[in-house]
């Protein structure tokens, strides 16, 4: 007899039958558990809420036909069972659930789905940075893409040494590397007051405030707690200008090169982030993210 057998049943409401959209993934969390409750005609399942792919949330997938679709890569499961139509060994667990008409309610077991968490470990940090959105796997040929985790403001991944001046490439070799460990140097609390970027963006597709999981349209990935930038809007401000823009790479702070005086503030970022506003001050005080003169700008860069 498993454990699961001898526990006594703890039943908890996930939804209300009432409001359950046909066909509509919903969120429900049990016992640390992500869920997604669907309901199908007068039937309702309860599955496992993660893909098994990257982790994305199932109640962010569509249904086409009887299968529940990941809206990142797309694996699909059978809504009734949880079964991939693609390839069966892959499956989201399938938890015991009864709808109570009286109550109005879909319930789950807590017990059984507490159990099934004892054996199958949640890694989800629900209150570090990305949470619930935090792609916590990897793949075996992109083994540290869940340590790429300080994207800034400006929607880009902002690095000590280079600022916001990079962009990704993927190599793919069988020499042997040596991994170093992931870093974080205090970007997302700064770009939580700071906004030059924002402010400096002659087509406003940056984002102001906190950050969210609303998108603003397709170009935006979905399932991600970040600034998402209207990619749309900027992309039309190139075209409109006849050149590209950058200006939310060049009103960075995070630009500085090395030396005492940046150095320091660079320490402080990590360090002691409560000090965050006065170095923006200071940031804005020495003249850094003002548009230059033109003359200057030719002059300076003549041969
Ligand atoms: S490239 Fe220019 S228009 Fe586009 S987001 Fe950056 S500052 Fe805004
Ligand atoms: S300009 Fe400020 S808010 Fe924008 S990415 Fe750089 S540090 Fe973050
Ligand atoms: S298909 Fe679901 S995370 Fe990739």
New binding site residues.
């Given amino acids: 007899m498993t454990v699961t057998q001898i526990r006594k049943q703890d039943k908890i409401a996930v939804a209300k039958w009432s409001e359950l959209e046909d066909r509509a993934p919903t969120y429900a969390l049990v016992a640390d558990v992500d869920l997604v409750v669907l309901r199908y005609d007068d039937e309702v399942s309860v599955l496992y809420g993660r893909c098994l792919h990257r982790g994305a949330l199932m109640a962010d997938a569509r249904v086409e036909g009887d299968n529940l679709i990941c809206g990142v890569h797309g694996w699909d499961y059978r809504y009734d069972t949880g079964v991939s139509s693609y390839n069966n060994a892959e499956v989201l667990q399938k938890f015991r659930s009864w709808v109570d008409h009286d109550a109005d309610a879909v319930l789950v077991d807590q017990a059984e789905i507490r159990t099934w968490a004892e054996q199958s470990p949640q890694p989800y940090d629900r209150d570090a940075y990305l949470g619930l959105y935090a792609d916590v796997h990897g793949t075996p040929v992109e083994p540290f893409t869940q340590h790429i985790q300080e994207l800034a403001r400006?929607?880009l991944l902002i690095t000590p040494t280079f600022g916001p001046r990079v962009r990704l490439a993927k190599v793919f070799t069988d020499l042997p590397l040596i991994p170093d460990k992931p870093i974080e140097f205090g970007v997302w609390d700064f770009c939580m007051i700071c906004e030059k970027?924002a402010k400096?963006?002659?087509?406003?597709?940056?984002m102001y405030g906190k950050p969210t999981v609303k998108l603003h349209n397709i170009s935006n990935r979905e399932g991600l707690l970040r600034w998402p930038?209207n990619a749309e809007?900027?992309?039309a401000?190139?075209a409109a200008n006849g050149t590209?823009?950058?200006?939310?790479?060049r009103t960075c702070p995070f630009n500085k090169p090395t030396g005492r005086l940046h150095d320091s503030v660079r320490w402080g970022i990590k360090n002691l982030p409560f000090l965050n506003p006065l170095f923006l001050w200071g940031d804005d005080l020495l003249g850094y993210g003002k548009r230059g003169k033109a003359d200057k700008f030719w002059k300076d860069t003549e041969c």
Avoid: A, E, H
């Avoid at 400096?200 to 940056?206: F, G, N, T, V």
């Fill in positions: 400006n929607g970027c400096k963006c002659p087509s406003q597709s940056i930038v809007t900027c992309l401000f190139w590209d823009c950058s200006n939310c790479i």
